[in-house]
C-alpha cells in the first residue's frame, strides 16, 4: 500500500514552484513588479499577497474567486469526460454525477489531483491535503434542476469540519443558466437544520429549514477554467437552467489528512490522498490504474498505466 501511494505522489505531484506562479497571475494586484514592501521594511512576494487577500476574503465572507485557473486544454478534456460519464451511466441525471464514480476514474483522479488547484487548496487546509468528495453537477439546457439552499456542512460526516470546495466552472455560469448563488458571511451563522422539499424538482431534495433572504444573495458568473472556493457552512444554491445553454461545474471537497472521515464505508469511495503527510485519520483508496478498455482516453493517460 505504501508503495502504491508513493506511486500516486508521483503521478500527481509537478513542480509546486510553477503552481504558485500561476496561483499569483490569477489574482496579480493591480500595482507592478512581482514584490512590494512589508509593513517592517521587508518583502512579501506576490504570491504571499494574493494568498492572504483570499483568506481574508474567504474569512469575511465565506466565499473567494480565483480566474484563469486550469487551462483550455484540460478544460476541453473535462468536457469529454463529463460527455462520457452521461453516456456510460444512462441512468443518472447529469446533476448526479457524484463521487461514487470516482474511485474507478483515472481522469477523475488526475484531475482533482491537479497541483494547481492543490495550490489553492493548501491556502485553506494546510500542506497535507486529502479529497473527500467530488461531484459533477451539470445542468442541462432547458432542463437542469435547482440546489436549493442548503449549508454543505450539514451534510458530511467529518470531524472535525475542516474542509473547504473548490468548484471550477467546466462551462460559462451565469444568472440565466443556472449559476452558483451565496448569501456572503452566512458561513458564520450556526448550521441549521435541513427539510425535505420535493414540491419542485431538486437535485439534492431537501433545503436549509430557515428563512432566506434572497435579497442579500450574490451570483457567481464564472467562465470555463475559473475557481470559486467556499466554506462548507456558506448558506448557497443555484436556480434551474432554463436557458438554450448547459451549465457544468465540478465540485472538489478537500479536506487537510487530520481531518477523519466518519461514514460507515471505509475507505470511503472518494477517499484519496493528494499530497503531504497522509496521518493516521483515514485509509484512502488506491490509485486507480488506467486501462484503455474501460476508463475515459485523456493525454496523461499513460502516466495512470
Not at 513542480?15 to 497571475?25: F, I
Not at 460527455?83 to 463521487?99: K, M, N, T, Y
Not at 428563512?211 to 448558506?235: F, M, Q, Y
Request: charged share 25%; with cysteine.
Amino acid at each position: 500500500m505504501v508503495g502504491e501511494l508513493e506511486q500516486f505522489r508521483g503521478h500527481i505531484n509537478t513542480v509546486q514552484k510553477t503552481a504558485r506562479r500561476l496561483l499569483s497571475l490569477t489574482r496579480r494586484p493591480a500595482q507592478h513588479g512581482s514584490r512590494c514592501q512589508g509593513r517592517r521594511g521587508g518583502t512579501v512576494s506576490t504570491t504571499e499577497v494574493v494568498g492572504q487577500r483570499a483568506r481574508d476574503e474567504y474569512e469575511r465572507d465565506g466565499y473567494t474567486i480565483f480566474r484563469d485557473v486550469i487551462d483550455p486544454g484540460l478544460i476541453n478534456e473535462v468536457h469529454g469526460h463529463v460527455e462520457w460519464l452521461g453516456r456510460q451511466h444512462p441512468e443518472v441525471r447529469p446533476e448526479q454525477l457524484g463521487h461514487e464514480f470516482l474511485r474507478d476514474d483515472p481522469f477523475w483522479v488526475r484531475l482533482v489531483s491537479d497541483e494547481r488547484l492543490l495550490a489553492i487548496a493548501e491556502l485553506f487546509v494546510g500542506p497535507d491535503i486529502a479529497l473527500f468528495a467530488s461531484h459533477y453537477i451539470s445542468k442541462s439546457a432547458h432542463s437542469g434542476q435547482p440546489v436549493l439552499w442548503h449549508q454543505d456542512s450539514a451534510f458530511w460526516p467529518l470531524d472535525p469540519m475542516r474542509v473547504v470546495t473548490l468548484w471550477l466552472a467546466v462551462d460559462h455560469s451565469t444568472p440565466e443558466n443556472g449559476c452558483l448563488r451565496v448569501i456572503p458571511g452566512s458561513h458564520r451563522q450556526p448550521v441549521a437544520a435541513v427539510q425535505d422539499n420535493t414540491e419542485v424538482a431538486n437535485v439534492l431534495g431537501q433545503e436549509i429549514a430557515v428563512d432566506v433572504d434572497e435579497s442579500a444573495a450574490v451570483d457567481i458568473v464564472l467562465r470555463p477554467g475559473d475557481v470559486e472556493v467556499h466554506h462548507p457552512n456558506i448558506v448557497h444554491g443555484s436556480e434551474a437552467n432554463t436557458s438554450p445553454h448547459r451549465r457544468c461545474g465540478l465540485t472538489i471537497r478537500y479536506i487537510p489528512t487530520s481531518t477523519r472521515i466518519t461514514a460507515p464505508e471505509q475507505p470511503y469511495p472518494s477517499a484519496f490522498w493528494l499530497r503531504g503527510d497522509p496521518g493516521r485519520a483515514n485509509t484512502y483508496q488506491p490509485p486507480p490504474v488506467y486501462s484503455p478498455d474501460r476508463h475515459y482516453p485523456f493525454r496523461d493517460a499513460a502516466s495512470w498505466s
